[in-house]
């Protein structure tokens, strides 16, 4: 895995550490984590990797099914980061050496609320009945149902039962890893690049199309990894007081010379929807947080959630993350929209 670093000493105030990384490992993740949620076709790939999964042994997809809350997948990225494993298999390799109460641990740390108790969460990474019982009432119904069924069996078992879901999926369904890897690589180098000319705030908002960190709130850095799996969405998640941010690597139109850039595509497919038009009125007033836009629209949370992410998406929102996620108006992007517009419209000479 080559990590490429880059720091911003362009500013006197709090500033961020940028760390580009690329790896097969993440996207294997990402790709369990996108099989495993319940929105899956929300992704771009996510009706192609579940039709992906038809053709898997029926003990990975019965493990999956019951131990695959997206959220096991999403918690160790961090992991992955921390081990710099170049490859997949140095990966599994480090992942069954780990200590599997440590493991356990890790699962319910980024399954339940904040306000589950510590101690509850380090007794139910050792087994103790009660503390599993209360943890998996203090996260959702998935989430719930996956803890349980990896908590009841021993910290052994649940290590092996983790490393054997890495295992047949990578050599099952994410068989084509090599060459997702040189393309995820291709990206991160654009993205390095990119972060070595500009302040490291405006390299992650343009990586991550609308994504903004707020530097008060303990994060020191932050780390930018290229997926495919996930996009249109970035996948946040922690590594110790940075953040890790999985956006989507740039798809680039390279078969096709007739079709339109996909941002315009983006943009004007946000704007063509009447609860997406109302939500960037309330922000043009100013930011405001999911909660507000969900009462003063009268929708639910859920609604909001999808609009503002094809918002985000269309390069109209920025989302800025702290205590809370607040979000905001991109007011440079609509007159942008009109020049790529017009120059997509402008004869290029080649014909009349």
């Keep these: 895995m080559t990590i490429q670093k880059v720091r911003d000493f362009s500013t006197t105030e709090l500033s961020l550490s940028i760390e580009i990384a690329h790896s097969p490992v993440y996207e294997l993740l990402i790709r369990l984590f996108v099989t495993s949620d319940a929105d899956h076709l929300d992704f771009e790939m996510g009706e192609a990797l579940a039709n992906a999964l038809d053709g898997a042994s029926t003990e990975l997809k019965d493990h999956l099914e019951a131990a695959g809350a997206s959220e096991v997948w999403i918690s160790l990225i961090g992991m992955a980061f921390e081990s710099e494993s170049v490859h997949i298999d140095s990966f599994i390799d480090h992942v069954e050496s780990v200590d599997p109460i440590a493991l356990r641990h890790r699962f319910v740390s980024a399954l339940c609320k904040e306000s589950t108790r510590a101690?509850?969460?380090i007794a139910a990474a050792a087994g103790n009945e009660g503390a599993i019982e209360r943890v998996t009432q203090a996260t959702s119904k998935e989430g719930g149902r996956a803890l349980r069924y990896l908590l009841e069996m021993t910290p052994?078992?649940?290590?092996?039962?983790?490393?054997?879901i890495l295992r047949r999926y990578a050599n099952e369904v994410f068989t084509d890893a090599n060459d997702v890897g040189e393309l995820l690589a291709r990206d991160a180098g654009?993205?390095?690049a990119l972060a070595s000319r500009i302040p490291a705030e405006?390299?992650?908002?343009?990586?991550?199309?609308?994504?903004?960190?707020?530097?008060?709130?303990?994060?020191?850095?932050?780390?930018?990894?290229?997926?495919i799996a996930a996009r249109p969405w970035v996948i946040v998640t922690d590594s110790g007081d940075r953040k890790i941010l999985c956006y989507g690597a740039s798809a680039h139109i390279e078969e096709d010379p007739d079709a339109p850039p996909k941002?315009?595509?983006?943009?004007?497919?946000?704007?063509?929807?009447e609860k997406r038009l109302r939500i960037l009125g309330v922000l043009r007033d100013g930011p405001a947080g999911l909660g507000e836009l969900t009462e003063r629209l009268d929708l639910a949370k859920s609604t909001v959630h999808h609009h503002v992410g094809m918002l985000r998406d269309a390069g109209l929102v920025r989302v800025t993350i702290g205590r809370d996620k607040?979000?905001?108006?991109?007011?440079?992007?609509?007159?942008?929209?009109?020049?790529l517009l017009e120059a997509f419209l402008t004869p290029t000479g080649g014909n009349s």
Excluded: F
């Design 119 to 121: 101690d509850d969460l």
């Design 156 to 164: 052994e078992d649940t290590r092996s039962t983790v490393v054997d």
């Design 190 to 192: 654009m993205k390095a």
């Design 202 to 227: 405006q390299a992650i908002e343009i990586a991550t199309n609308g994504i903004a960190v707020d530097v008060g709130t303990g994060t020191t850095g932050v780390v930018l990894i290229p997926t």
């Design 263 to 273: 941002w315009i595509v983006k943009m004007y497919k946000a704007l063509g929807d």
């Design 326 to 339: 607040e979000y905001s108006l991109r007011t440079d992007a609509v007159p942008q929209a009109g020049q």
